[in-house]
């Protein structure tokens, strides 16, 4: 086989950089580890910035998300027994939309396969191969054929966990990691949500986060040990933990109900650079990770290849390579900020030193200051709805 583009993962990051190409009439093929009903049925985030949401407008998958998806303007701060909201829209001209990500790879996959364009789902042992000589390919094994995929590029799109970023030499390869002391325990349920916006609460038990998924589907998360295991908390343990800590009010009104779902995920800052390697191009999270708290991984991943799919139509128009070669220096530099802007909310809202501790004081008082300063608020808000691509 032979394509323009071969793309390892069918995760966002993957999915639209295929529909980003054709758009610009440039061939890929996506070769993906996992099956369909795996890939569609796995739980992610869903906090989508303007940006994502104009570049899945942009390939002509943002239907179901403009008819279901939920515009935020704001979202609420709770700490040391008080309650401030961020007005995003005030204070950015901004918003942001919820909807999930499991719901996003559905409608992309769904557009390219009606688009006759091709997914190899379950593709095994997928090696990239070729990158020092120039003429890259992919090896695999698909429904039990061992086959080879010849390309002029290879997008590693494959996440943390995938072989692009393995394909580099490490010598080549500079990587950044803090890997924090707790891990989010998350809870998936069919009750309402307990406020139409999302509630980040900082409380001496440890941080929670009131989300949700639509106006029947909630999504709540806490702050507990990274060792956690999910069956130490049946679903009524975790709701009164929940209402604890998101404080009186919330608890007044929080619906609950059985877990449709139910997880512990580790919290880690990670990036990879460069983000190149010859006609390898690492995107999303083969490239770099946050915690989840400043609902950035999924952004991060649309931008690297809003800025990849740019460079490549560059190449291919017009033959010009100074795109490529400073794709991995113009998307780190979005990236580190978004590195910093998770980092930094992590520490404000988690509980990470001990009890009247200066460190503690520290978090409070920056929690006021941005409950008092329209500066210190206008700084959370413009980071929390993306930075201009
Ligand atoms: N061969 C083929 N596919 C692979 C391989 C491999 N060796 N290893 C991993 N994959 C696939 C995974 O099965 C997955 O479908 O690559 C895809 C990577 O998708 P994601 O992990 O979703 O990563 P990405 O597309 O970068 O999306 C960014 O945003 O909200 C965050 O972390 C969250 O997934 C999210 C991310
Ligand atoms: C989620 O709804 O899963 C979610 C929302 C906001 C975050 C992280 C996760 O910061």
Redesign the pocket.
Known sequence: MRTQVGI????????LLSHLLARRGIESVI????SRD??EA?I??GVLEQGTVALLEEVGAAARLHAEGLVHEGATFAFAGRRHRVDFRDLTGKAVVVYG?TEI?KDLIALRLAQGLPILFE?E??APGGLADGRPHLA?VHQGSAQRLDCDFIAG???????SRAAIPPALLRSYERVYPFGWLGILADVPPVSHELIYARHERGFALASMRSPTRSRYYIQCAPDTDPSDWPDQRLWDELKRRLGPEAAACMRTGPAIEKSVAPLRSFVAAPMRHGRLFL????AH?VP?TGAK??N??ASDVHYLARALAAFYREGREEELDCYSERALARVWKAERFSWWLTGLMHRLHPEGSFEEQMQLAELDYIAGSRAAATALAENYVGLPF
């Open positions: 390892i993962g069918a995760g966002p990051a993957g999915l070769l993906e580890a996992r795996h890939v796995r992610r985030a990500q790879t593709a042992g997928v695999f799109c494959d996440g943390h966990h995938g072989v995107a999303g999270d083969a990770i989840p991984g999924l991060l991943a």
